[in-house]
């Protein structure tokens, strides 16, 4: 390397430091409580994208039409992750496997940006530009509004019912 190019920084992974990862012990009891997390994901991924499933089965979306579907879903499950999360992060104390379980899975398989951008995709193929770019817009301002929404009720009605 030439003294002209620059030198890059090596960032190291956090650390948690209570865990040695030098004894061979703790490395197997990581591992294995990694296999639980997932598990739960996996379980909590399944309902999720069931109940995704049937909520397009329910309402289904006729091509060249807004995907009001999907953009419902992805906004309805990001107002409950702003409800959760605010819930076990601040006023709960939770099992360590309800997060990832019903935050990480079942609102994950629940709400669907995969969807989102096949459905955008779908959209312009199709010649209805106009409304690819609505969805498109649409569906950032209703899910982030909505995890907003979620979290900032939560909150307050925390607040209130701490009033004596």
Known sequence: ???????????????????????????????????????????????????????????????????WTTLTVNAVGCLVIGVFLVAVTEIFTAHRLLRPFFGTGVLGGFTTFSTYCVDIERLVNDGHATTALTYLAATVVAAMAAVSAGAFATRRLLADRSKP
Do not use: C, K, N
């Not at 865990?19 to 994901?41: C, F, K, N, P, T």
């Open 1 to 67: 390397m030439s003294s002209h190019e620059p030198q890059q920084a090596i960032i190291a992974e956090p650390v948690d430091p209570d865990v040695d990862l030098a004894d061979v012990g703790q490395r197997r009891e990581l591992r294995r409580s990694h296999y639980g997390v997932l598990a739960v994901i996996a379980a909590g991924g399944a309902l999720g994208a069931l109940a995704r499933f049937e909520a397009s089965r329910l309402w289904p979306t006729a091509v060249g039409s807004f995907p």
